[in-house]
């Protein structure tokens, strides 16, 4: 007799209530903003794993973007309500929420978290039911008196928060938004994406990089947080101790033009590659060599995860979140944030000790597979879903037997 398989965390299969009459839960996602990031990255992921033949998925983005129409072409209705004042928006969303007679609606990142709660609160106060309230909280973003206290004042309203971090956990206590459930539920990353991928190889030709050069990678928004200057800072010491190494910067945002500046004046700009939005990430990340993210803050670091799932050495600031996903020296290197030195020092190491780099690409690998992987991620948000169905409409939601 064959011994048996080891247990594997991500393929356990959740016994889920029963429905009445064959109606799916209908579950309304609500995005801040529809252009580019880890949020709309964790949405993407989200819905399109989940058990349509179970819920019935719609999506309201608060403005345009690539993100809105990359839902769109894979083809999810998604409803863009472009409206800059928040009250217009609410009534927007609460007649949508009205019309598709929502179960349960899901709120990513601030301006999503305050007009979906508002749009929920408004349909209870004309008479309407009001769908169970999930808002997941993505950011580190530390916000203003202002904003803190709006969130406290209409956190009571909402059924649950999850936090994808420990650090976002304490993050809300401070916010003093602990007086609603909080679940922690980690970003996870699609395998089937992120596993058996071939690498991108027409990069050196893209961008004029010399045939055999090392390729060091950051994939992330040019946007403060995420600590490019630190990490260009760093590459002039880099490029002494290994010259045919390129920088690859993948990303859109605000600070480009500041960031191409910044490469200019440290005269690396010849070995520094900006590459704009790819929509080959999984491809371009195959084919790096080292995958740095050098963040201020983070509240979790998906592109990390997935470069680990690629099983390529990270270095990354052991800051919020990241720390939970790298055992420094085991899993990955952590270092400092704001320590060029510190970022040099450790890429280079990656470089130029291939055995090293090796044995934490393997271990980094291992640990995605096992804490990391989509299934489990969508497994205990469609739990949330479950247990809001049931809630509001008990008598079509049975509890799962046992």
């Not at 608060?62 to 999810?76: N, T, V």
């Not at 209705?77 to 969303?93: H, Q, R």
């Not at 909080?182 to 991108?200: K, T």
């Not at 052991?318 to 055992?327: F, H, K, L, Q, W």
């Amino acid at each position: 007799m064959s011994a048996p398989s080891p247990f594997d965390p991500c393929l356990e299969i959740v016994e889920r209530p029963t429905l009445a009459g064959g109606r799916r839960i209908r579950v309304v996602q609500v995005l801040a903003t529809g252009t580019n990031g880890g949020a709309q990255e964790h949405l993407y992921s989200l819905v399109t794993r989940m058990d349509h033949s179970r819920y019935d998925v719609s999506i309201v983005s608060l403005s345009p973007g690539s993100a809105a129409r990359k839902l769109q072409k894979a083809g999810f209705d998604v409803l863009v309500i472009d409206e800059p004042d928040d009250a217009i928006a609410v009534g927007a969303l609460a007649a949508h929420l009205s019309e598709v007679r929502a179960d349960v609606i899901h709120n990513h990142m601030f301006r999503a978290e305050t007009v979906g709660t508002r749009a929920a609160m408004a349909l209870a106060e004309i008479g309407h039911r009001r769908p169970y309230v999930v808002s997941t909280v993505h950011s580190s973003r530390i916000r203003s008196e202002e904003d803190r206290r709006h969130l406290r004042d209409l956190t009571p309203d909402m059924d649950q928060l999850i936090a994808v971090s420990r650090a976002i956990e304490h993050k809300l206590c401070d916010e003093e938004r602990i007086q609603t459930p909080v679940r922690l539920i980690y970003n996870g990353v699609d395998l089937s994406r992120y596993d058996h991928q071939e690498a991108c190889c027409t990069l050196p030709t893209e961008y004029g990089m010399e045939p055999g050069s090392q390729i060091v990678g950051v994939i992330a928004r040019l946007e403060p947080e995420k600590g490019h200057p630190t990490l260009l800072d760093a590459w002039p010491q880099v490029l002494r101790a290994v010259p045919d190494a390129y920088l690859l910067i993948v990303g859109e945002g605000s600070r480009r033009e500041a960031l191409e500046r910044q490469a200019r004046e440290l005269r690396i700009a010849h070995r520094v590659v900006f590459t704009g939005r790819r929509d080959d990430v999984p491809a371009v990340t195959a084919a790096l060599d080292v995958a740095v993210l050098p963040s201020y803050r983070e509240a979790q670091g998906l592109s990390i995860l997935e470069a680990m799932a690629l099983s390529r050495p990270v270095v990354a600031s052991n800051v919020g979140g990241i720390p939970e996903m790298i055992t420094d020296g085991v899993t990955g290197v952590l270092v400092p944030p704001h320590d060029a030195g510190a970022l040099a020092d450790a890429i280079t190491r990656l470089l130029r000790d291939h055995p090293y780099a090796d044995t934490l690409a393997r271990a980094g690998h291992d640990l995605v597979h096992d804490r990391f992987c989509i299934e489990l991620m969508v497994s205990a948000v469609q739990t949330i879903y479950d247990e809001g169905a049931r809630s509001v409409r008990p008598s079509e939601v049975a509890a799962a037997a046992g």
